[in-house]
T-cell receptor, first 111, second 115 residues
Framework: LAKTTQPISMDSYEGQEVNITCSHN???????ITWYQQFPSQGPRFIIQ???TKVTNEVASLFIPADRKSSTLSLPRVSLSDTAVYYC????????????FGKGTRLHILP | NAGVTQTPKFQVLKTGQSMTLQCAQD?????MSWYRQDPGMGLRLIHY???????DQGEVPNGYNVSRSTTEDFPLRLLSAAPSQTSVYFC??????????????FGPGTRLTVL
């Protein structure tokens, strides 16, 4: 199972773009990179998943360099409601039975 | 669809008591899992199931049992509760063969306190 490393916490201001980087040096060829968001007292919620280059959806973008040893979750124009914990996971549930959550990044958006 | 449901929402137990946390999903997902989350920590995988009749251990299985007799239900049993099992428990399900194969749908959680 590929291990991930993320910053423990980050602060940013409303309206700014926030980039959270995740390191996964031993990612396997078939592994996907997946990000989750968790608000207090709630279960995590899927944000985005990618394999290479760039993936964009209505809430975020995911940038993956060619070597895939890291990835960056980009949140455009954050608001106070984006304050949450963000988890980076690496694996492929079609092949692996276990997907392990790390400690995540606690993002605090300031007014 | 109700998604993933968990009962109860809150529970207080005394040391040594047993109980079952219920989890159900109506999305016909083959994969289901149980996590625990301690204050300020990430989620740790307790047990998981890749289909009815099949279960396996995660990172922290000691003190817990599971069974999967149907696709919909995946109960978690605490055999003899200990204060170290005080935590929030999340159940999740996934349709592994989908395009977003790593997308797990989480329930609202059960907050358990063991005195």
């Amino acid at each position: 199972l590929a291990k991930t490393t993320q910053p423990i916490s980050m602060d940013s201001y409303e309206g700014q773009e926030v980039n959270i980087t995740c390191s996964h040096n031993n990612i396997a060829t078939n592994d996907y990179i997946t990000w989750y968001q968790q608000f207090p007292s709630q279960g995590p919620r899927f944000i985005i998943q990618g394999y290479k280059t760039k993936v964009t959806n209505e809430v975020a973008s995911l940038f993956i360099p060619a070597d895939r040893k890291s990835s960056t979750l980009s949140l455009p124009r954050v608001s106070l409601s984006d304050t949450a914990v963000y988890y980076c996971l690496v694996g492929d549930m079609n092949r692996d039975d276990k997907i392990i959550f790390g400690k995540g990044t606690r993002l605090h958006i300031l007014p | 669809n109700a998604g993933v449901t968990q009962t109860p929402k809150f529970q207080v137990l005394k040391t040594g008591q047993s109980m079952t946390l219920q989890c159900a999903q109506d999305m016909n997902h083959e994969y289901m899992s149980w996590y625990r989350q301690d204050p300020g920590m990430g989620l740790r995988l307790i047990h998981y199931s890749v289909g009815a009749g099949i279960t396996d251990q995660g990172e922290v299985p000691n003190g817990y049992n599971v069974s999967r007799s149907t696709t919909e239900d995946f109960p978690l049993r605490l055999l003899s509760a200990a204060p170290s099992q005080t935590s929030v428990y999340f159940c999740a399900s996934t349709k592994r063969s989908s395009q977003r194969s790593n997308e797990q749908f989480f329930g609202p959680g059960t907050r358990l306190t063991v005195l």
